[in-house]
């Protein structure tokens, strides 16, 4: 064992008295630090545009430091739209920050808001067309501008993008902050982790014109750019795209939380056949059944408006496969919903062979969510009546339609 070095001199050290810094001066180091990493992001941010703007320059340098805008009939377009797309491809790609046809994204150009369509996923934004420009100020409801011919609709959160005057505006459902959001204390939390940031915390509202309305008023009362939308995701507001990514990663950064490690099977899965239903192979969503802690944050309740409208309100929970048949005859028999998913306990996950496409990536979420919710995390989920706001909803009916069954066998082995 290590002695302690005695102090040399005539220096007398008091051996009671603290060395660590007082508070006052962590704080304002802590205050300094998140000034001089702003400015770096900033400074990050401005170097990309230079770039960009010196590749814009043709020979003679007529368009030098100019977006090259064009225009599709009578619908205006620029460069930021390709920007757009090949970033969204990324963040699409993530499932920590998208899962599915989740998330949306926007780009104001004039008198054009070109938005995600309802349905499409971000992650195809590189090889499919699923931008759709919407007439500003916008209708009621959203319309596709004259000229633009697609069977496409605009996302349910068209108004949200409207509302928010920034050029860019970034909507993901990044599984670190849905695990602070869904938090009863998410406010204290998230005062301290985004301390320096211009952020708001948004109550939970129902998607569509509600939502909207309170990110308004979030945004009129604080003129924030990061908006922290409770039970649901974030939304980011910035004048071009690398600044609404400089944004995102800063914030996805500090909010990040470890997972907890994989929990191994204790047992291999029984050779039994479920009919109509199949093991999800994903390890972080079996650890729904198995991992406790994740457990309890299945059966809390749905914790945000995707989960509900891809999984339904609850699964079914037994504690062995032979429960299952019985269970289900039940809940026919008493006219509840169709059963999306099904846990058995200390075992697997199941989910539908007729799960709508999306919905393992839903599953996978939860998973990621949970894992980061350490046992005893006071939780705040979706209230009865938010549930049923969203189930059968006319507005999500479309994007499910979009969502084709994912292909799988009719009976499997589990």
């Not at 170097?47 to 003679?60: E, G, Y």
């Not at 569509?208 to 604080?222: I, K, M, Q, S």
């Not at 938010?386 to 994007?399: N, S, V």
């Amino acid at each position: 064992m290590a002695t302690p070095v005695e102090a040399q001199g005539s220096c007398d050290v008091d051996p009671n008295r603290s060395t660590a810094p007082p508070l006052l001066v962590v704080i304002e180091l802590r205050h300094i630090m998140t000034q001089f990493n702003l400015k770096m992001i900033f400074f990050d941010h401005r170097l990309t545009q230079i770039r960009h703007i010196w590749q814009l320059c043709d020979p003679v340098g007529a368009r030098c430091g100019q977006t090259t805008h064009r225009r599709r009939g009578s619908i205006p377009m620029d460069d930021g739209l390709a920007i757009l797309r090949a970033r969204s491809a990324i963040w699409g790609r993530d499932p920590t920050l998208v899962q599915g046809a989740g998330g949306n994204v926007s780009l104001k150009i004039d008198d054009t808001l070109w938005i995600k369509a309802s349905g499409t996923w971000l992650a195809d934004a590189d090889r499919q067309d699923i931008l759709v420009p919407v007439a500003l100020p916008l209708a009621d409801p959203p319309r596709v501008k004259d000229g633009h011919r697609t069977a496409l609709r605009p996302s349910i959160e068209t108004s949200l993008h409207a509302a928010l005057p920034h050029r860019v505006v970034v909507h993901v459902h990044s599984v670190d902050a849905i695990a602070h959001a869904v938090r009863s204390d998410a406010p204290a939390i998230l005062t301290q982790l985004l301390s320096g940031l211009s952020w708001a915390l948004v109550p939970y509202r129902k998607p569509g014109l509600e939502l909207a309305a309170a990110v308004r008023d979030a945004y009129v009362a604080t003129k924030a750019e990061i908006f922290v939308l409770a039970n649901h995701g974030i939304v980011i507001g910035a004048d071009d795209v690398d600044m609404a990514e400089a944004l995102l990663r800063e914030v996805v950064s500090r909010l990040e939380i470890a997972p907890r490690a994989v929990v191994q099977p204790s047992a291999k899965p029984h050779n039994v056949s479920v009919p109509g239903y199949r093991a999800v192979t994903d390890l972080r969503v079996a650890a729904l059944a198995i991992d406790p802690a994740s457990l309890a944050v299945a059966l809390a309740g749905p914790l945000y408006p995707d989960h509900v409208v891809f999984l339904g309100a609850a699964p079914l929970v037994v504690g062995a496969y032979d429960e299952i048949a019985p269970a289900l005859s039940r809940a026919q028999r008493g006219g509840h919903p169709a059963v999306r998913w099904i846990i058995v306990r200390d075992n697997a996950v199941l989910i539908a062979d007729d799960a709508l496409r999306g919905s393992e990536e839903m599953l996978r979420c939860l998973g990621d969510v949970a894992a980061r919710l350490a046992p005893g995390t006071p939780l705040a989920p979706l209230a009865t009546a938010d549930i049923d706001a969203l189930i059968d909803w006319d507005a999500e009916r479309y994007r499910q339609a979009m969502a084709t069954p994912a292909v799988a066998t009719p009976t499997c082995a589990v």
